[in-house]
């Protein structure tokens, strides 16, 4: 059985290492990890607003203020998008998803932790990723 908050953790850890990899590169791998890095960002984004998200009053929260993050990040990954060899501009848009997901895990996840069943908690991890295998 899978756990939604593993899967999307996995998800925010692998944008991580992408990060660092992008960071250090130069050139065309840079310019293809910053391509990489956008689409797993916008993927992950849609992946949530259709899983997790809709469920959030279930556990106490509102994730208007997370959806509007996503809106803020997206706008941020499209700039990145129109100029993916502008590191400043990628750079921005990575960080700041970087800190919605820091704080997706350290204040939001424990009072979902709390209210969601192992069987709930599966549905929402195959619905995260068959949104995100769409979105891609």
């Known amino acids: 059985m899978s756990d939604v908050l593993a899967t999307i953790k996995a998800d925010h850890d692998n944008v991580k290492s992408l990060f660092g990899k992008y960071k250090a590169a130069t050139g065309t791998e840079k310019v293809t990890l910053a391509k990489t890095l956008i689409a797993e960002i916008k993927a992950h984004s849609a992946a949530e607003d259709a899983s997790i998200y809709s469920d959030y009053s ?16 997206n706008k941020m990954v499209a700039d990145a998008a129109a100029a993916s060899s502008n590191e400043a501009v990628v750079t921005k848009a990575v960080t700041t998803f970087i800190a919605h997901s820091d704080e ?11 209210k969601l069943s192992s069987s709930e908690s599966s549905s929402l991890a195959a619905q995260f990723v068959n949104a995100k295998k769409s979105a891609a």
């Open 58 to 73: 279930k556990f106490g929260l509102s994730a208007s203020s997370n959806k509007q993050e996503h809106a803020e990040i």
């Open 104 to 114: 997706e895990e350290s204040q939001q996840w424990p009072a979902i932790k709390a």
